[in-house]
Nanobody, 123 residues
Framework: QVQLVESGGGLVQAGGSLRLSCAAS????????MGWFRQAPGKEREFVAA????????YYADSVKGRFTISRDNINNMMYLQMNSLKPEDTAVYYC????????????????WGQGTQVTVSS
């Protein structure tokens, strides 16, 4: 079955960096658009970044543009989110997701989800 497993979360001070990874299995990875979403306590899940099947197109939420970089490795079935200049408001559980269709910024379009990894940014 399809599995998406996130890793790389943790506690970091404001201004610091983290790199999240998403390991995918059970699917033909290069045929899926991939995305990162996050959910903070008491808030709805929100779009962070997305990348097209072969990485040619990337999309970012305005709140992370210029600070976060999404990338993927179709040989090793991996996706990454490099997060720099982290802010306390970036604190959330981060989820990776796979979209069988064209890449989307809308969570309802995604078919598979990981369990999430916690990112905590202290001030």
């Amino acid at each position: 079955q399809v599995q998406l497993v996130e890793s790389g979360g943790g506690l970091v001070q404001a201004g610091g960096s983290l790199r999240l990874s998403c390991a995918a299995s059970g699917l033909t990875f290069s045929t899926y658009g991939m995305g990162w979403f996050r959910q903070a306590p008491g808030k709805e899940r929100e779009f962070v970044a997305a990348i097209s099947r072969y990485g040619g197109n990337t999309y970012y939420a305005d709140s992370v543009k210029g600070r976060f970089t999404i990338s993927r490795d179709n040989i090793n079935n991996m996706m990454y989110l490099q997060m720099n200049s982290l802010k306390p408001e970036d604190t959330a559980v981060y989820y990776c997701a796979a979209d069988r269709g064209l890449v989307s910024t809308v969570s309802q379009r995604y078919d598979y989800w990981g369990q999430g990894t916690q990112v905590t940014v202290s001030s």
